[in-house]
């Protein structure tokens, strides 16, 4: 069963092997971190997670990965700690910071978002951290502690809890011209 499509029951896999196929690695997903704005469709937002002032949180306002590392890693991190916690769909946290330096949907970098977005609650606001838990139905002071660990990983240019910003991969897909890390920078600027 697909956690992604309740509908799909496998049953062309129990055929293919019914007649002989081998199968594998039918536990792996393959996808790519994806966004839906509305009236636009899906985007592709891995390069935009593992941008500076942004991160990744579960529904309950915790950070549970990487959020620059590779799709694949990235879709076995979000099924492994949906098991856990839901996680799926996970909250993409950036702050107007990188809503100025970065692209969103297909929105450009420091313009308005279309109003849509906001009255469909694809994109939610705050005016502090727990402003924007609460319009997340997430626990204040969850997010808030999450967003304080992950601002001082910023500050002090290596995440210590998921190693974020390591590897050349992750460094490629943030931003080269943003430092101390092309890949953290602090979640503090509101809304």
């Given amino acids: 069963m697909d956690p992604c499509r309740p509908g799909y029951t496998g049953g062309m896999h129990r055929e293919l092997m019914r007649i002989g196929a081998a ?3 039918m536990n792996e997903m393959v996808g790519n971190q994806m966004t839906v704005p509305p009236d636009v469709g899906p985007q592709g937002v891995q390069m935009q997670l593992a ?22 890693e990235f879709c076995q991190g979000m099924l492994a700690r949906n098991e856990e916690l839901s996680a799926i769909p996970s909250w993409m946290v950036v702050d107007s910071q990188f809503l100025r330096d970065y692209m969103i949907g297909n ?7 279309p109003q849509a977005w906001y009255d469909r609650n694809y994109l939610r606001k705050g005016d502090s951290i727990g402003d924007l838990a609460a319009a997340c139905g997430m626990d204040p002071a969850t997010l808030k502690a999450t967003v304080e660990r992950f601002n001082g990983f ?3 240019g290596r995440d210590e809890d998921f190693g974020r ?17 092309e890949t953290l920078g602090t979640v503090e600027q509101g809304p």
């Fill in 165 to 181: 910003g390591n590897r050349a991969y992750d460094r490629w897909l943030g931003d080269r011209t943003h430092g101390p890390s």
């Fill in 23 to 25: 199968m594998a690695q």
């Fill in 107 to 113: 929105s450009m970098p420091g313009t308005n978002k």
């Fill in 51 to 72: 941008k500076p002032h942004a991160l990744l949180v579960d529904q309950s306002g915790e950070r549970y990965m990487n959020e620059g590392g590779s799709y694949m």
């Fill in 154 to 156: 910023a500050r002090n």
